[in-house]
């Protein structure tokens, strides 16, 4: 195929400059305010019309997955160094598991529409989380092999908690000690004992 006129290079470059603009002031507005903020409201900051914005980023999920995709990288990184320099089990689970709750923290609100990407699978989040919720899977199982974590857990049940854990972090009663708790309650769910401790039963937890 010949190249585009000049026309039609103009146009792409254009709108490219004026998606990744909005991003950057959606980035902007998300971190201060919260994801709930209006997204006419964001238009109106990068100076385009409402038409534009959901021409680009047809919804809030449309939105919030490309802002996501930008840290998807550092937390690759993450993922890759825990891999490579952490050879205990129990505590790359740890890692990766607190990895993924800075990334959901990375705007207030943000927890609730990745729980609900879960059950929704046309939201464009979906595919992100079911992606870091294989990864998890991947961590807790060679945690289950080596005993370091309970064979009943599942990645999909740790990535909810991190988000639970993450929303949990900005809720009023919350304070500085909040975090750490909170991580420490999820952590002694999946956790076996170690064999210098006195032994549990590691069984599922009693169902009705």
Known sequence: MGEAAPGERRQRTDKQ???????E????????QGISGSMDAIAKQAGVGPGTLYRHFPNR???????????????????VA????????????AQWLQALSEWATAFDGLPEPLRAALTENTSPLALTC????TI?????HAAQRDGSAKPWVRGRD?????????????AALADESSPDALSALVRS????????????SDTSPSRP
């Not at 002031?25 to 201060?32: D, G, M, P, S």
């Not at 999920?61 to 993922?79: F, G, I, P």
């Not at 909810?160 to 900005?170: C, I, Q």
Request: proline share 2%.
């Open 82 to 93: 825990i891999k490579h320099e952490v050879t205990d089990s129990r505590t790359a689970l």
């Open 25 to 32: 002031v959606a980035q902007r507005f998300f971190a201060e």
């Open 136 to 140: 998890t899977d991947e961590f807790l």
């Open 158 to 170: 740790l990535f909810l908690s991190t988000l639970a854990t993450a929303w949990a972090r900005s």
């Open 17 to 23: 400059r004026n998606r990744t603009h909005i991003l």
């Open 189 to 200: 769910g999946w956790e076996a004992p170690t064999k210098e401790a006195t032994p549990h």
């Open 130 to 133: 079911q992606g870091y919720i």
């Open 61 to 79: 999920e449309a939105l919030l997955a490309a802002l996501l995709q930008a840290r998807e990288e550092e937390l690759e990184a993450r993922r």
